[in-house]
Each structure stands twice: as structure tokens, then as C-alpha cells.
């Protein structure tokens, strides 16, 4: 069954229309623009498709009859209700069912034209709509000039503020120990550690193999673990 509805506000609002039109014309057209151009004439230059609008006629009843496709409500309701809608310009719901093709867009109510008839109480309308596509605004935030240099000249600070940032710490340069008559790593071990367990940390810093440390020459320069001699 074909029907026409209007409604808003989430159909907290809205009714059925209650005499179907005879018709239900819709209108799509591009937004060309013309130019003349010399030796060429006119012109057309394509743009996006307007919005789609649509309009038809019908008539409210007066009275309750076997035509009418919902209960009855007096004319009236309906006119308070779409010139409240224009009044708040209210974007409503516009749906079409039943008919070759369906319809159920957000629409605005264009024109709405109600008119009395001569020997009768039946109110004739015209009302026209026009499909709504929903938008929204970005809000910007303007950065006065005065804030914009402070912000310039705290972000300056803190770029030097890294630049001057004192480096990490060299790595320490081992002191050296020159082998004399006598000497082993144990004993160099014991001397500066008090332990000469230690040797083998002597021996990995120095490169010397087992087989060689029975046979270390007189004045061979070894390196001594900075932790062994950092002050304490």
C-alpha cells in the first residue's frame, strides 16, 4: 500500500498524510555554469548535482471518509504542525513506501501552501521539500601573535637548554702498571684489591692468555681496571 510520512524529533512527532497525491514529481539537476568563450560560443562547465527537491499537491478531509488512508484528524492539525516544523525550521524525516521506487531522506520543508475550496471544507495544500544533507562546523582556534612569539622563544630556550645540557661522562682511561722483577698479575691483583684472586680481571682487560702468565716480561705495560684505582 502506498503512504506518504513526515516525521521529526526521533517520530515523537510526525503523521501520515492522509490523501495520497496523484502524483510525486522529483527534480534533480547539475549546477553548470555557462561561460562564452570567443570562437567557441557558449559554454557549459559541469558541477556536482543540487540537492534533490520534490513537491506535490493533495487535501486535507473534513470530514472522515472511506478514501482517507488514516484515521481522521481535522485539517487543522496538520497545518499547525507543518508551520510549526517551517517556524523552528526542522529538519524532518520524508518517506515514501509502496510505489515503483521508496524514498526515506532528511528533507526541510520548503513551501507550504494551504488553500480553502469553494463548497467544501476540504483544505487543499501544495508543499515542497527539499533533501537536507547533514554538516558541521570545525571549531579553530586562533593563537594571538604576543602568544605565538612566547611560544616561539619558550621552545627556542628549550632547544638551547638541550644544546648546553652538560655530556654524559667520558668513559675512564685505565691507568697502566709496569711489570718489574718479581711481578705477577696475582701480586698486582693483591696490591690494588687487597685480593689476588682478582688476577683474571687483570688478565681479561690485558688480552693475556694462560699459557702466558708464567712468562709476562720486565716493564710489560698492563692496564689496570678503573674501578681498582677510582677514589672511593
Do not use: C
Not at 501544495?126 to 562546523?137: E, L, N, Q
Amino acid at each position: 500500500m502506498i503512504g506518504i510520512y513526515l516525521s521529526a524529533k526521533n517520530d515523537t512527532e510526525g503523521f501520515r498524510i492522509p490523501v495520497n497525491p496523484p502524483e510525486l514529481p522529483f527534480k534533480n539537476t547539475a549546477d553548470g555554469e555557462e561561460f562564452s568563450i570567443a570562437k567557441k560560443g557558449t559554454v557549459n562547465v559541469p558541477k556536482p548535482m543540487k540537492l534533490t527537491e520534490f513537491a506535490f499537491s493533495s487535501f486535507f478531509p473534513a470530514d472522515d471518509t472511506h478514501y482517507a488512508e488514516t484515521q481522521f484528524k481535522e485539517p487543522q492539525i496538520y497545518i499547525d504542525q507543518i508551520n510549526k516544523w517551517m517556524a523552528a525550521e526542522t529538519v524532518i524525516r520524508f518517506i515514501y513506501v509502496g510505489g515503483s521506487f521508496s524514498v526515506n531522506e532528511l528533507v526541510t520543508i520548503e513551501s507550504f501552501e494551504p488553500k480553502d475550496q469553494f463548497g467544501t471544507e476540504d483544505v487543499d495544500y501544495t508543499i515542497s521539500f527539499k533533501k537536507h544533507v547533514p554538516f558541521g562546523f570545525k571549531k579553530m582556534e586562533v593563537v594571538k601573535k604576543n602568544a605565538a612569539k612566547k611560544g616561539a622563544a619558550t621552545k627556542q630556550a628549550v632547544t638551547v637548554a638541550k644544546k648546553e645540557a652538560p655530556r654524559d661522562n667520558p668513559k675512564p682511561v685505565p691507568q697502566t702498571y709496569s711489570l718489574v722483577k718479581g711481578d705477577s698479575l696475582w701480586k698486582i691483583a693483591q696490591k690494588y684489591t687487597g685480593n689476588g684472586a682478582n688476577y683474571k680481571a687483570l688478565q681479561s682487560l690485558n688480552g693475556i692468555k694462560d699459557s702466558e702468565l708464567r712468562k709476562l716480561p720486565i716493564g710489560l705495560k698492563v692496564k689496570i681496571p678503573p674501578e681498582w684505582t677510582a677514589k672511593k
